[in-house]
């Protein structure tokens, strides 16, 4: 009979017990929201470029250009329009 146990993850960062979703490297225009995009995006199976237009949505006000911020976001989406097309 063997014993199966659940596995234990210990979070070896300079951030003690906080789990990685709860810390954020380099400012906080994540982690000051109700939800990170990446667990959001992870919840719900989004794919990469779904992932990365959120991403840059979310943040535009938050990283010193948001005109830069938000025409990566159109850019992600027309390229998930130009995907979606091709497929």
Excluded: W
Excluded at 30 to 56: C, R, V, W
Excluded at 64 to 77: E, F, Q, R, S
């Amino acid at each position: 009979m063997s014993d199966k146990t659940e596995p234990t993850y210990i979070f070896d960062n300079d951030f003690g017990d906080i789990p990685p979703s709860k810390h954020q490297i380099g400012g906080d225009h994540y982690t000051k929201l109700g939800i990170q995009p990446m667990e959001y995006s992870m919840a719900n199976d989004l794919n990469a470029l779904q992932h990365t237009a959120i991403k840059y949505i979310t943040r535009y006000k938050d990283k010193g250009n948001p005109l830069l911020d938000l025409a990566k976001a159109v850019h992600c989406i027309e390229m998930l329009i130009e995907h979606e097309v091709n497929k």
